[in-house]
């Protein structure tokens, strides 16, 4: 088979990897809402509390576990970390589908915070395929599959949910069997043995990981606008069904077209945009108007009267699908090839953190000002207005590092031989497929 043939196929396999991923994880966030009421008898208020709490456990899980999946990935490869993590999201599904109380939800919440480094394990084995000049096109292209994934996944589960709330963690945990079951037969490994680095438990932490890339200053100013752009990106999933049950009295089936819809607008942003934006104007400008967008969206969103103004602030939103893959894109230059792997665990510890945070606030925001709509605060929207400042903080911290270490010009580490610490005297990485 020719290189480039060869690079295709596995290029292809990896975005079919993560589209079904997030198909299993979109399926669920639609009835969500009723499975909680079904199973405590409360209102959507209370059923938006667990939620967080939910959220709150599977992120915390990832923060804790998502360094040590990233150096076992640098240190075995990204194919077995990536395999396992998708058995432990298949047996997560299956517990959620047949919960007779709220604590088998939480039950499987933690193995898939364990398990879940689906993501991060294949934005490096994507690093690991992709010369730098090209990764913000495929770090949009993940992008593209996880928004693709975000369409398909809560209309499908909207669907579903008309049948019944538990129909949908069916369907999710035969995909992650599914998706187990495509990158066991047909996903190579990305990472090849002479560019693996021993695994070292003091760097396979959540603040490990993240001091060990102290030496690249840059690195550490990126994860800051990362983890706040994460924070705010918690609002959406996590309180917007409430949101829309509340307010507007959505169904399941409407909330999922509505997400679907949203995901197509940010899945073109990511895959058709962000890479020819990012040529003529540079990744940091590209990740600026990304982040304005996500601050009008949610802005507007909190104070929308009607359906159409919702609407409207949503089409908005999905321009800030340009934000991840320009910083990501400018944020994989700043090390060696042979450490993306513990960069991604260090994004993702990031992110989980955020997610840890995000989550629990949102929702106990939502909370407090529904709850008791006669009090005076009734205020459904106010969880974006803290989205839109928390996106606000991730600007002003983008622009500092984009002025204070010269992004737009600075030159790519990555591509370089391979550190003498982690491999042999001489020794120089293999570099992608496409270069090949």
């Known amino acids: 088979m020719q290189a480039s043939t060869r690079s295709r196929l596995t290029l292809t396999c990896i975005l079919v990897t993560i589209l079904l991923d997030m198909i299993g994880v979109g399926i669920i966030v639609p009835v969500l809402p009723e499975l909680l009421e079904e199973l405590t008898g409360g209102g959507v208020a209370n059923a938006a509390v667990i939620g967080g709490y939910l959220v709150f456990t599977y992120a915390f ?14 240190r075995f490869g990204r194919r077995p970390v990536l395999l396992c993590s998708l058995l432990g999201l298949t047996f997560d599904y299956l517990m959620m589908s047949i919960a007779p109380v709220v604590w088998y939800l939480f039950i499987g919440r933690v193995i898939a915070g364990i398990a879940g480094a689906a993501l991060a394990t294949a934005t490096a084995y994507m690093a ?3 010369p730098p000049h090209k990764r913000t096109h495929r770090f949009g292209l993940i992008g593209a599959a996880f928004g693709l994934g975000f369409i398909i996944g809560p209309v499908v589960g909207g669907e579903l949910g008309e049948i019944g709330p538990r129909v949908p963690f069916y369907a999710a945990a035969g995909l992650a069997f599914a998706n187990f079951l495509f990158g066991l037969l047909v996903l190579p490994e990305s990472l090849p043995k002479a560019s693996r680095r021993k695994f070292d438990i003091r760097r396979a932490n959540p603040f490990g990981a993240i001091v060990s890339l102290r030496k690249y200053p840059a690195v550490l100013w990126l994860l800051a606008v990362l983890f706040f752009l994460q924070l705010t990106t918690q609002a ?8 829309a049950v509340d307010v507007f009295n959505f169904t399941s089936s ?9 995901g197509i607008g940010f899945a073109i942003s990511q895959a058709v945009l962000a890479a020819p934006l990012s040529k003529r104007l540079g990744e940091p400008a ?31 939103g999905t321009i800030s699908g340009l934000a991840p893959p320009a910083i990501n894109g400018v944020l994989s230059r ?3 090839d042979n450490s993306q792997g513990e960069l991604q665990g260090a994004v993702n510890a990031a992110s989980s953190l ?10 106990q925001i939502f909370s407090y000002y529904t709850s008791a709509p006669e009090s005076g605060h009734y205020f459904p929207g106010a969880p974006f207005i803290a989205s839109g400042i928390a996106v606000l903080v991730s600007l002003i911290l983008f622009g500092i590092a984009a002025w ?11 591509n370089h031989p391979v550190v003498p610490e982690m491999a042999p005297p001489g020794q120089v990485r293999t570099p992608p497929l496409e270069d090949q």
Request: cysteine-free; charged content about 10%; overall charge negative.
């Open 254 to 262: 409407s909330i999922g077209r509505t997400l679907g819809a949203f």
């Open 61 to 74: 899980m990832q923060f804790v576990f998502s360094p040590v999946l990233g150096n076992l990935s640098d």
């Open 354 to 363: 955020a997610t840890i945070i995000g989550p629990l606030a949102a929702t």
């Open 128 to 130: 690991d395929i992709t």
């Open 334 to 336: 700043q090390v060696p």
């Open 404 to 414: 204070r270490f010269e992004l737009s010009h600075r030159p790519s580490i990555a």
């Open 236 to 243: 959406l999933p996590n309180v917007f069904p409430y949101f």
């Open 286 to 316: 590209v990740g600026i108007v990304g982040l304005l967008a996500a601050a009008i969206a949610f802005m507007g969103m909190a104070f929308s009267a009607d359906v159409y103004q919702l609407y409207l602030f949503i089409a908005v």
